[in-house]
């Protein structure tokens, strides 16, 4: 390959002109591109003159500079054969924003992929080989967040005064977009005092009005329906036993924290009523036969792990 027929140079601070970071980016870029003639090199050893002006030793139809503005924002420029931005106004520069986990090999393939879409906006895109590219954000080069995420809670709620039952919840999340998402759930909630069991499933809908930039973190409140059976039973010789099926319908608080890629530690608060309730009868004789009722409203909390797809 001789340098003076590059089709493109990327610079590259002297940290990552080799090794991971590299090696991430140029697999990058020949998939996206396909077998274009590129060099990459630090950038504190190629200077603008090297690759300037008709009789520089580095010509190259496109030149690409990135820089670290802090450790996990950077900045990637491209520029055309004449030294001037390829498109103007600024949209020939893109800024990422990475989180401190991300590895080398992430962060060069989303360098390589904005990289892309740079060339493929300039005026020059004629000379860019046609592929369709997933790109990264033009403001955050990141990414949006996970649509798909699948979790368990462990969930306690009150079922009546001084009563509470606990089990296990599944949830289920679909994103309808960065901030509006679905959620299913299907939960088992136990009491030994009552001999209780309540089987419930429910669905709602969320909106996360506090949300980190790359989604990893949120705050949100949701409108949940369902429906609910549930069973208690009386203690004593002559056990007596009751249930039936009832709506469900309330709010809920929820959030999560991202602790590790895509595993989030998830929780959440919610009020609910049921459109029926049910009585229970303890004891034998009148004196000291005594009925109770399970509550129509209930407060409920619930904490767990989930996984982002």
């Known amino acids: 390959m001789e340098l003076a027929s590059l089709f493109l140079l990327v610079l590259l601070p002297p940290a990552d002109a080799t090794g991971e970071t590299a090696t991430a980016v140029t697999a990058s870029l020949r998939h996206e591109l396909g077998d274009v003639t590129m060099a990459i090199a630090p950038d504190t050893m190629v200077t603008p003159a090297m690759w300037q002006g008709e009789k520089a030793p580095m010509r190259a139809t496109f030149v690409v500079r990135m820089v670290w503005k802090t450790k996990d924002k950077a900045s990637v420029e491209i520029l055309s054969v004449s030294s001037s ?64 995420a699948l979790g368990g809670m462990f969930a306690l709620e009150r079922v009546r005064a001084g009563s509470w039952a606990m089990g296990p919840k599944l949830i289920y999340d679909f994103g309808l977009g960065k901030a509006l998402r679905l959620q299913a759930a299907g939960s088992a909630l136990f009491n030994s005092a009552d001999d209780y069991a309540g089987i419930g499933v429910d669905a709602g809908i969320f909106w996360d009005f506090l949300l980190s930039e790359r989604g990893q973190h949120a705050l949100g409140i949701g409108l949940c329906i369902g429906a609910l059976r549930e069973s208690a039973t009386s203690s004593g010789d002559n056990a007596r036993g009751t249930s039936n099926w009832s709506l469900t319908g309330g709010a809920v608080l929820g959030g999560r924290v991202t602790v590790w890629r895509n595993l989030r530690v998830i929780g959440d ?41």
């Not at 103007?88 to 360098?111: M, N, Y």
């Not at 895109?125 to 955050?140: F, G, K, N, Q």
Request: aromatic share 6%; proline share 6%.
């Open 85 to 148: 931005p390829v498109v103007k106004g600024g949209r020939g520069t893109r800024v990422l924003d990475f989180a401190s986990q991300d590895s080398k090999g992430e962060r060069g393939r989303a360098i390589g992929l904005v990289v892309a879409e740079l060339l493929r906006e300039s005026p020059a895109s004629a000379l860019v080989p046609a592929r369709t590219a997933v790109v990264a954000s033009s403001d955050s080069g990141s990414g949006s967040p996970s649509h798909i």
């Open 269 to 309: 608060f919610s009020l609910r009523g049921t459109s029926a309730t049910m009585s229970l009868t303890v004891g034998d004789d009148n004196p000291s036969r005594r009925q109770y009722s399970f509550s129509r409203l209930r407060p409920a909390f619930g904490v767990g792990l989930a996984y982002a797809l």
